[in-house]
T-cell receptor
Framework: NAGVMQNPRHLVRRRGQEARLRCSPMKGHSHVYWYRQLPEEGLKFMVYLQKENIIDESGMPKERFSAEFPKEGPSILRIQQVVRGDSAAYFC?????????????FGEGSRLTVL | QKEVEQNSGPLSVPEGAIASLNCTYSDRGSQSFFWYRQYSGKSPELIMSIYSNGDKEDGRFTAQLNKASQYVSLLIRDSQPSDSATYLCAVTLGGGSNYKLTFGKGTLLTVNP
């Protein structure tokens, strides 16, 4: 859905560097969801955020990954000390309510390549 | 462990034929079911949602749900080459966790002109 904006679309990092992925939700949406799609794998839920709050981070790796959705500005998914296994497409979705219908509309994704 | 299983394909059909995509899920508590289409290198796009047993039709697409068999399918009538994509089945437990979709790995559909 063109309304959810993600950047960068493509990001290349060397092992050990940091990756920051940004997601601007659709206008009027205050709920953001991050999913990861590893090569040859299905999309996996990572984290659900509302403004200034992490609601559910049950899908986030315990180390090196963090997410935030500040009062002002986009949601940020941060990956520290990246490893090759982090290479994936990271998709963001947003909703006005708590995904009440489950019908999520995704942004175009950020494709991370770790060399 | 909650799982959603799909035949990875590729499923190849001639233009104008009916494409049938199948999906099974393991969690009997699943309440909501979705089909997403994903073109190569693009984002998943919601094409169908279904919440109760039976059929739901939208244009050339029909979703079928059988909760007793834990089975959901998507039929695409009059398949077009533009339908060539990976089709992702997704389910949720409903209620307050409707944002937490569990996806299958997808079925690659190729429609041959």
């Amino acid at each position: 859905n063109a309304g959810v904006m993600q950047n960068p679309r493509h990001l290349v990092r060397r092992r050990g560097q940091e990756a920051r992925l940004r997601c601007s939700p659709m206008k009027g949406h205050s709920h953001v969801y991050w999913y990861r799609q590893l090569p040859e794998e299905g999309l996996k839920f990572m984290v659900y955020l509302q403004k200034e709050n992490i609601i559910d981070e049950s899908g986030m790796p315990k180390e090196r990954f963090s997410a935030e959705f500040p009062k002002e500005g986009p949601s940020i998914l941060r990956i520290q000390q990246v490893v090759r296994g982090d290479s994936a497409a990271y998709f963001c979705a947003s909703s006005a309510f708590t995904g009440d219908t489950g019908e999520l509309f995704f942004g175009e994704g950020s494709r991370l390549t770790v060399l | 462990q909650k799982e959603v299983e799909q035949n990875s394909g590729p499923l190849s059909v001639p233009e104008g034929a009916i494409a049938s995509l199948n999906c099974t899920y393991s969690d009997r508590g699943s309440q909501s079911f979705f089909w997403y289409r994903q073109y190569s290198g693009k984002s998943p796009e919601l094409i169908m949602s279904i919440y109760s047993n039976g059929d739901k039709e939208d244009g050339r697409f029909t979703a079928q749900l059988n909760k007793a068999s834990q089975y959901v399918s998507l039929l695409i009538r009059d398949s077009q080459p533009s339908d060539s994509a990976t089709y992702l089945c997704a389910v949720t437990l409903g209620g307050g966790s409707n944002y937490k979709l569990t996806f299958g790995k997808g079925t690659l559909l190729t429609v041959n002109p």
